[in-house]
């Protein structure tokens, strides 16, 4: 794939999964009985924007590979490889910022590491 493609449908995705998000907790709320109100909107979204950001190191990623002159494969497999490197880490952030003890923390990049490895391993079954 194309890296422009590439980058495009990086963010493209996290922007749907951001909107699919927004939309389950506030539809989720109205069942509730609450009423659609602006201020909770834009604060659903902050807090779910993250899911974009996700986005924007493998998308870096793309671009030096593209600005390098790689190939589009390689551009994406090392694409995949940050994503998952950021999936880890984010992990381990989150664990610290709530204050785990240090084997959260690794417990915590090991699982979401292993998550990771799986969706690597259904691209490689998939796609071969």
């Given amino acids: ?73 390689t551009t994406a497999w090392l694409a995949l490889l940050v994503a998952l490197a950021c999936q880890a880490g984010w992990g381990m952030a989150a664990s610290l910022q709530a204050g785990a003890r240090a084997g959260m923390v690794v417990a915590s990049a090991l699982v979401n590491l292993f998550l990771g490895l799986i969706i690597v391993a259904l691209k490689v079954i998939l796609s071969h």
């Fill in 1 to 73: 794939m194309p890296a422009p493609l590439l980058v495009a449908l990086l963010l493209a995705t996290g922007l749907v999964f951001w909107l699919a998000h927004v939309y389950a907790r506030l539809t989720g709320d109205r069942a509730r009985g609450k009423a659609w109100r602006w201020a909770e909107i834009r604060s659903v979204g902050a807090a779910d924007w993250p899911l974009v950001q996700a986005a924007f190191p493998p998308a870096a990623m793309v671009c030096a590979g593209w600005l390098l002159g790689l190939a589009d494969a």
